[in-house]
């Protein structure tokens, strides 16, 4: 198994060159999720930070599809009882780019996220899923023809609860506010 995976690894990067040009976006971006959950608030101190990976692929001129992967990790102690959680949230979707001037563009994306919660309490795991829609609006500026800063604002819907390492349930999602680099290939 190893060995293709090393093989795969191996074509793509020799392939990279063939690729199309400017088909490509990689970004990271910083967030903060703020939820109107009250369970989430009380858990996550009324925001979330999260760091995102975004990939994208230009496929006409103007609409992409994209995949991402971002996480946030809670540490919280009551009673001298120490828990954690670790959420990832995986997603993908697609959206429309408006480049309106050579420094500024703008993006709006509408998506599915799936999210996997893993907590532990002492000895004791627990682990949930749960999964949604989101929708982002991203405001870029290019600092370079491949480099770019960008702000980002969305909402991201669960459309159902999970439930925590303290069986507590919790709606994931909420508004997101973001900010990040990122690069064009």
């Known amino acids: ?20 040009k400017d088909k490509f976006t990689i970004s990271l971006i910083d967030n903060i999720l703020l939820s109107f959950d009250k369970n989430f608030r009380e858990i996550y101190a009324n925001g979330a930070f999260f760091p995102e990976l975004k990939i994208e692929y230009r496929t006409h001129k103007n609409i992409f599809i994209y995949s991402a992967l971002g996480f946030h990790k809670s540490e919280t102690e009551i009673f001298s009882i120490r828990s954690e959680s670790n959420n990832t949230i995986f997603s993908f979707g697609g959206g429309y780019n408006c480049k309106t001037s050579d420094k500024f563009s703008y993006k709006g994306g509408f998506g599915f996220f799936y999210i996997l919660y893993n907590g532990k309490i002492q000895n004791n795991k627990a682990t949930d899923s749960g999964f949604g829609f989101r929708i982002d609006l991203d405001i870029i500026y290019h600092i370079s023809k491949s480099f770019f800063a960008k702000a980002s604002i969305g909402y991201l819907h669960a459309l159902n609860k999970i439930n925590d390492i303290n069986n507590i349930l919790i709606k994931p999602g909420g508004f997101k506010l973001g900010l990040g680099l990122g690069i064009n290939f």
């Open 1 to 20: 198994m190893k060995k293709v995976i090393f093989l795969l690894i191996i074509s793509l990067l020799i392939s990279i060159p063939t690729f199309p």
